[in-house]
């Protein structure tokens, strides 16, 4: 019998061409205005552990900030494209929506990297904590709400559960996504940002319903010289991604999480909180500093 090789030489041309296929290449052309600017991925010295920080948070003041913010953390639905040709229907993935309030207006926002390209987006609108016991709760349990069977049939059986999205903002460079339907129930009032520039966090928290609607101390810190090939993105060690806030201790939004670290485990790459801000800036229609110049 012969190899595959062997074969692939011996065949005709035609043959090979029909046997041999290749992904598609899209040719995307970025504008430097477009591009986050270095001092969008410094992280805040009021963030970081060097900074002068004041006293720790009393528990009345963190239980007030986590009934603020459990109302503003929702859960999102993305059937992502089948993987091959030896996967029939798509993969239906999970992740977190936040709702901020920016300039006056209130938007859900998310990490746009993993609902860009979806086929379809959901809101799940009586989605609920996997774990009541935080203490208990593993990172795995994410892992355990990726499904690779036909997803629409989760949707189809509970239309009134799921309410259709649509991405009407996206900046690709800072990888944020604004979410919109035709229709939102009531919203709520959506978190504010936390100002980096005026403000001292005690403590930063993450938080996730699929660790338990609890608080999670987080740290932030940047990458090191080994991790130049990340990007601009920050580190954390909060297990929670795709689009999962970390908040101040007054329930401010202090970033989101975007991906896992690509080699450890621990860690998570969140969006720069100075990223978020232009980006949120650019989804209400506001020009950068530089161009009020102009």
């Keep these: 019998m012969l190899s595959t090789l062997a074969w692939l030489i011996m065949a005709p041309t035609s043959v090979r061409a029909q046997e041999l296929k290749f992904e598609s290449l899209k040719e995307?052309?970025?504008r430097v205005g477009d591009l986050p600017k270095a001092e969008e991925s410094i992280i805040p010295s009021q963030l970081s552990n060097k900074a002068a920080l004041p006293r720790l948070p009393k528990f009345e003041t963190l239980n007030r900030a986590q009934k603020k913010v459990v109302p503003n953390v929702v859960e999102i639905l993305a059937i992502q494209k089948p993987i091959g040709s030896l996967q029939r229907h798509g993969t239906l993935v999970r992740g977190h929506g936040v709702w901020v309030k920016h300039d006056g207006k209130v938007m859900l926002?998310?990490?746009g990297h993993w609902l860009n390209e979806a086929v379809a987006i959901y809101l799940d609108l009586e989605s609920k904590s996997e774990s009541a016991n935080p203490l208990s709760a593993k990172k795995e349990?994410?892992?355990k709400r990726k499904y690779d069977r036909n997803p629409m049939k989760l949707i189809e059986k509970n239309p009134d559960r799921y309410l259709k999205l649509t991405t009407s903002f996206y900046d690709r460079n800072r990888n944020l996504a604004v979410l919109d339907?035709?229709?939102f129930p009531k919203k709520p009032e959506g978190l504010v940002l936390f100002d980096i520039e005026n403000e001292l966090a005690?403590?930063?928290y993450g938080l996730s319903p699929f660790l338990g609607n609890v608080f999670v101390e987080a740290l932030i810190?940047?990458?090191s010289e080994k991790d130049i090939y990340i990007g601009y993105y920050l580190q954390t060690n909060?297990?929670?991604?795709?689009g999962a806030p970390l908040v101040s201790s007054e329930g401010k939004l202090v970033s989101i999480s975007a991906y896992p670290h690509p080699t450890?485990?621990?860690l998570s790459l969140i969006i720069p909180p100075l990223a978020l801000r232009v980006a949120l800036d650019r989804a209400v229609g506001k020009k950068p500093k530089d161009d009020k110049k102009k």
Aim: no cysteine.
């Design 238 to 242: 909060f297990a929670g991604i795709l």
């Design 264 to 266: 450890k485990t621990n």
């Design 109 to 111: 926002i998310s990490a």
């Design 221 to 223: 810190f940047p990458p």
């Design 28 to 30: 995307q052309r970025i």
């Design 181 to 183: 339907a035709k229709k």
């Design 202 to 204: 005690s403590r930063i």
């Design 141 to 143: 349990s994410f892992e």
